[in-house]
């Protein structure tokens, strides 16, 4: 099998083929959000409702999941919460040599980061509000994010119990003013891939933002996780949901700080690409 850098195989393209949880294929990730996220329901309405009520489905899955978690670090990382203080330090040196490796951070920053599928808050308590002056954390599990409440209280700004599907960027119907940087980690793989696209198009990122995605990678297409709806892409899975949002990759890098029995760990940094010129 021909090998690319990270030791993923060369034929690793779209549509990028799955496995279930007992390493059984699945097919091909086309065929297999068509066949997650539209079932056949109700006889009595037409595909679109089906549709709509299939979407449903996955997503409350995925929640009815996460509500039966303990609201602690542990629970939202699956008993490894003692790889948070690592992580942190990890991050850290993100923001700082893959970001912006020009700046000086003896003071806080004067910008706005917005923590998604934030859990109990871990990553804006240990990382994100000891660097940026104003933090948004949003979170669909009402328990998660009410233990966010207790501890971090206003060293956020605005708590959004929403999911990340449904995010429309607006407060009270109007528009919020735009990040400088987006943190996804560890939740993105409950959005499927027209999800997923759909909110790197239009999440509110400033000019010179970032959105930073930090997830496990498979070596190989996609892992199906039926427990919470969710899985876990490759590194060529990413790039190819970055290329269809528009998203260009700054910087990655895979972690070298999680116990190796775990999924690999990898950052990118992503801008969204400068519009393509019009040929005259
Ligand atoms: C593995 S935990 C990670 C939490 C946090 N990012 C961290 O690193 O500590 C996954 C989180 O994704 C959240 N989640 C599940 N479905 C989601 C959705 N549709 N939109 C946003 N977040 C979601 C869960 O409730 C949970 O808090």
């Known amino acids: 099998m021909p090998e690319v850098e990270g030791g993923e195989s060369s034929d690793d393209v779209y549509p990028f083929h799955g496995v279930d949880g007992e390493n059984n294929p699945i097919g ?5 959000w068509k066949r997650v996220l539209t079932k056949k329901i109700r006889k009595d309405v037409d595909d679109d409702e089906n549709t709509k009520e299939g979407k449903l489905l996955w997503y409350h899955q995925g929640v009815e999941y ?11 990382l699956g008993g490894f919460g003692s790889v948070s203080g690592a992580d942190a330090k990890e991050n850290e040196r993100i923001l700082r040599t893959m970001m912006y490796p020009e700046g000086e951070f003896s003071e806080i920053l004067e910008k706005r980061a917005l923590d998604v599928g934030a859990g109990v808050g871990r990553v804006s308590s240990t990382f994100l509000t000891k660097f940026f002056r104003s933090v948004d954390l949003l979170e669909p599990v009402h328990h998660f ?19 990340l599907e449904e995010f429309s960027f607006e407060e009270d119907g109007k528009a919020l003013a735009g990040y400088d ?7 993105i793989g409950q959005l499927s891939d027209a999800d997923f696209i759909d909110l790197l198009k239009r999440a509110k990122v400033n000019a010179d933002g970032f959105i930073v995605v930090k997830e496990n990678n498979c070596s190989k297409g996609f892992h199906w996780d039926d427990q919470d709806s969710s899985i876990t892409r490759s590194d060529n899975y ?6 269809q949002a528009g998203m260009e990759v700054v910087n990655s890098k895979m972690s070298d700080v999680f116990p190796k029995e775990l999924f690999a760990v990898r950052t990118y940094v992503l801008k969204r690409s400068p519009p393509k010129k019009k040929s005259q």
């Open 28 to 32: 091909p990730c086309d065929a297999f």
């Open 145 to 163: 994010i009410e233990k966010a409440k207790a501890t971090l209280k206003d060293k956020v700004q605005n708590y959004f119990e929403e999911s």
């Open 66 to 76: 996460w509500n039966h978690v303990d609201a602690t670090v542990d629970g939202v």
């Open 181 to 187: 940087v987006i943190w996804i980690q560890w939740c």
């Open 238 to 243: 990413f790039r190819w949901i970055f290329e």
